[in-house]
């Protein structure tokens, strides 16, 4: 009897501690700039990582901002170290509708049964953005958002030729048919 209780000892000390070492899901936000033009675009994305199920997610209201596209999911990994990690990014593109500082309040989700949320982020919307101190011509706004979006009175064919670049790179030095 005393050999049976010793073996479920240790058999619930290495559970424990394989649930421990098992990262906990955790979900982060984050955006390509804080300072942004009235004109610009503003990527945001929420990531939760190490979450075996999400049954919900609740976007925050973006109060001064309208919601151009999103929301958009992404799930994939990484590897880093031998270390594998999971995620599922949903991502939006907002347009500031006027100038002020923003804050945009948390998300939340539910993952694994745990409930997650964000930080809060402030974002300020001026006539410059972050690019004041650069030349005029370099501060028409978030350069790669505005190139993915067709504003009005843009032609679709000359928007994707300026726009689009392929790049092709081969593994093998000689080609055949088939």
Known sequence: MQHFSFRLLILSFFLVSGIAAYPQPK??????????ALEDYLHVQFTIENAQKISRFIPPSFKGFQVVQGPGYTNGWTLLNGEMKEYTAISFVLKPTKKGKFTIQP???SADKLNLQSEVIVIEVN??????????EKQAGNQPLND????KGESIREKIKNNLFVKLELSKTSVYVG
């Open 27 to 36: 979900m982060t936000v984050q955006v390509d700039e804080r300072i942004i």
């Open 107 to 109: 998300a939340s989700a």
């Open 127 to 136: 006539d410059k953005g972050s690019n004041a101190n650069l030349p005029a």
């Open 148 to 151: 993915m979006i067709l504003k």
